[in-house]
């Protein structure tokens, strides 16, 4: 076999390795969220936060020093990570309150809007560049989130806004990400980010704070292992995949809640929820696919 037939070969094998580690995490992030949604009708969401970091810590710091070695571990920007800490836990909360009121099909479609916000805030705050094209799927996936939160109309509900504020506060997070800079990698900042959930949510924990049932450990465990599992698997996916092909699949979270809202509450978001949903995802894997092409066309050595 020649190298010139290998090399495709081997690039086609990491992308399909690339594409299932996100399916998979997404499916666990899912799962994460579903159990957070059924713990949400008892708990408060902090406490619900505060468990969830206290447990995933351990695990994360573990695999950060497993693929990274103890100078992940480092940082030159503990005040950024406190900050994106905190926004993170506002955002994770409004997104655990509109679980309670929205189907979690719903939830999730209108949170992903969040890539929408990170392309019209980095022309806002970074002045970056924005071609027409994407500022056209940027208009199409508000669209989307207007035909699923319609307002003025009997069919809204104000909870709808708490998954689209933290859609906001998850692209401001991602806006923050770029004070940080290129010398502290993914693990860095995801180690940083479980550490400023887990001390943010506890400076208003003593004011909500509920002792656990013993029933529902296994649902507080499940939150943190999942999302941890997940966020280790998505994190594989974009490593050892190409970004523009392996982004999209972020997407089949849609699927996934649309099947757990179904089986654990009998959820069925109506035919407004799906259009505005299609329009949401097809707006964020245009997004998706166009900027990491247009990365890849700028790292690319120029040829005689």
């Given at each position: 076999?020649?190298?010139?037939t290998a090399l ?10 690339g ?11 899912t799962?994460s ?6 713990l949400g ?5 902090l ?13 994360v ?10 100078r992940?571990?480092r940082?030159a920007?503990p005040?950024l990570?406190?900050?994106?800490g ?9 997104f655990?309150l509109?679980l ?8 999730t479609?209108i949170?992903?809007a ?8 980095s022309v806002?705050?970074?002045k970056?560049?924005?071609?027409g094209?994407?500022?056209?799927a940027v ?10 939160v319609?307002p003025?109309?009997?069919a809204f509900?104000?909870?709808?806004l708490l998954?689209?504020?933290?859609a906001?506060l ?18 860095t900042t ?6 400023g959930?887990l ?7 003593p004011?909500?704070w ?8 296994p ?8 999302s941890?599992?997940?966020l280790a698997?998505?994190t594989q996916?974009f ?7 392996v982004?999209p699949?972020d997407?089949t979270g ?6 757990l809202?179904w089986i ?10 799906y259009?505005?949903?299609l329009?949401i995802?097809g ?9 990491a092409?247009?990365?890849a066309r700028?790292?690319r050595?120029?040829t005689a």
């Amino acid at each position: 076999m020649s190298t010139s037939t290998a090399l495709p070969a081997a690039q086609n094998h990491s992308a399909i390795a690339g594409i299932a580690c996100v399916v998979g995490g997404i499916f666990f992030l899912t799962l994460s969220d579903a159990n957070a949604k059924w713990l949400g009708a008892s708990y408060n969401p902090l406490q619900i936060l505060f468990l969830r970091a206290l447990i995933a810590l351990p695990f994360v710091m573990t695999l950060a020093l497993w693929l990274g070695g103890r100078r992940v571990l480092r940082t030159a920007h503990p005040g950024l990570h406190l900050a994106r800490g905190a926004i993170n836990v506002v955002s994770a909360c409004c997104f655990y309150l509109g679980l309670r009121a929205l189907p979690l099909a719903e939830a999730t479609a209108i949170a992903f809007a969040a890539p929408l916000f990170v392309t019209a805030l980095s022309v806002l705050i970074l002045k970056e560049r924005v071609d027409g094209k994407r500022w056209l799927a940027v208009l199409a996936g508000f669209a989307g989130v207007l035909i699923v939160v319609r307002p003025g109309t009997s069919a809204f509900q104000a909870a709808t806004l708490l998954p689209l504020t933290t859609a906001l506060l998850y692209a401001v997070m991602m806006i923050t990400a770029r004070g940080i800079g290129r010398g502290e990698g993914m693990l860095t900042t995801t180690f940083y980010i479980v550490l400023g959930q887990l001390v943010c949510s506890a400076v208003g924990l003593p004011w909500v704070w509920r002792a656990p049932a013993m029933d529902d450990l296994p649902y507080f465990g499940a939150v943190a292992l999942f999302s941890t599992l997940g966020l280790a698997l998505i994190t594989q996916g974009f490593r050892i995949g190409p970004a523009s092909v392996v982004a999209p699949f972020d997407y089949t979270g849609l699927v996934w809640a649309t099947i757990l809202g179904w089986i654990f509450w009998r959820e069925a978001p109506d035919a407004y929820a799906y259009l505005g949903a299609l329009f949401i995802a097809g707006s964020g894997v245009y997004i998706a696919v166009r900027e990491a092409r247009a990365k890849a066309r700028t790292r690319r050595p120029a040829t005689a």
